[in-house]
Nanobody, 120 residues
């Protein structure tokens, strides 16, 4: 099994930056797919950024492309989301997720979520 522990959320002004961290543990093969999702009230989580460990391929939602960067520190088993030039529209609960790749990545494990609030 995989366990995920998130940190780094908070309240900032528009234009500022935050870095979210996700400490992962468990079988590496069960967390080859890792990503960040965000959830708005009453809606399903939206994929913000993802990385496939086997290839290093990354994905970014159009709304965050050029502003957010996903990265991994394998030595520390930690996933990061660097969020720059934050906008009020980025306000949401952010979740770290991980899973085992098949034909597509299936995110079986989720963190507790961390609130990001951006004020204009």
């Amino acid at each position: 099994q995989v366990q995920l522990v998130e940190s780094g959320g908070g309240s900032v002004q528009a234009g500022e930056s935050l870095r979210l961290s996700c400490a992962a543990s468990g079988d590496a093969n069960s967390r080859a797919c890792m990503g960040w999702f965000r959830e708005y009230p009453g809606k399903e989580p939206e994929k913000v950024a993802a990385v496939f460990g086997g290839s290093g391929n990354t994905y970014y939602a159009d709304s965050v492309k050029g502003r957010f960067t996903i990265s991994q520190d394998n030595a520390k088993n930690t996933l990061y989301l660097q969020m720059n030039s934050l906008k009020a529209e980025d306000t949401a609960i952010y979740y770290c997720a991980a899973g085992r790749p098949t034909v597509h990545c299936e995110y079986n494990y989720w963190g507790q979520g961390t609130q990001v609030t951006v004020s204009s």
